[in-house]
């Protein structure tokens, strides 16, 4: 037989030599009697299902996309991601609604650079 200390709280160490006292017996003779009827126990039965709470449900909508056409959920992943990282996307330009370039556009932008190809600045007066 193994010797071992065990940690109690006073009010249970005192229930405990009161009981074994009641009983004719060793305090350890109890303790050893309780460990036995816990293990023979086994583990614990599971809970039934009646004392489970139930899972909570939320109605989120329609879905966005059909899960089965994998290109269709790529395509709103990416959409998701995009507009997480820069932001709700601008409105789509009309190619129709571009205007083709008339002479007052031309002149600004044949005007002289302000830089030439050192890398250095000059006036739009003064020319390149």
Known sequence: ?????LNLDETVMARLK???????????ALVE???????????????APDDLPPLPTYDMGEPLVDITDREALYEALDRER???????????????AIRPRD?????????????DASGEAHDRTDGP
Do not use: H, N
């Open 1 to 5: 037989m193994r010797k071992t200390t």
């Open 18 to 28: 009161e009981e074994a006292a009641r009983r004719e017996t060793t305090m350890g």
């Open 33 to 47: 009697a309780g460990i036995r009827r816990i293990l023979a126990e086994g583990e614990a039965p599971p809970p």
């Open 82 to 96: 995009d507009e997480r990282l820069y932001g709700t996307p601008a409105a789509p330009v009309r190619l129709d």
């Open 103 to 115: 002479a007052s556009m031309s002149a600004v932008a044949d005007a002289p650079v302000p830089y």
